[in-house]
């Protein structure tokens, strides 16, 4: 059975930072593009970073570009998302989504940035 499960979300002041998980399981990881999407209220779910099934490449969209990084662990089955100096605006349900043979999506972690 294939899962993707998000976790690491919650209320952070902006400023701070958060460190999102993604735990796979049921494919092979490690041939998969890792990409992280998000979706605020009222608008449409973006692309937020990607890293390849190596971990050899990855992008951001210019507005995280420098705050967030992006990773993954072959071995572990783990995709992260480390967002630092993080801003009101990245307030989201953020989604990870493996890519490769098939894309497979998790349900979903919230983030809330607020004083």
């Known amino acids: 059975q294939v899962q993707l499960v998000e976790s690491g979300g919650g209320l952070v002041q902006p400023g701070g930072s958060l460190r999102l998980s993604c735990a796979a399981s049921?494919?092979?990881?490690?041939?998969?593009?890792i990409l992280w999407y998000r979706q605020a209220p009222g608008k449409e779910r973006e692309l937020v970073a990607g890293?390849?099934?190596?971990?050899?490449?990855?992008n951001y969209a210019d507005s995280v570009k420098g705050r967030f990084t992006i990773s993954k662990d072959n071995t572990k089955n783990t995709g992260t998302l480390q967002m630092n100096n993080v801003k009101p605006e990245d307030t989201a349900m953020y989604y990870c989504?493996?890519?490769?043979?098939?894309?497979?999506w998790g349900q979903g972690t919230q983030v809330t940035v607020s004083e």
């Open positions: 049921g494919f092979l990881f490690s041939t998969y593009a």
């Open positions: 890293i390849s099934s190596t971990g050899g490449v990855t």
């Open positions: 989504m493996a890519r490769g043979t098939y894309n497979y």
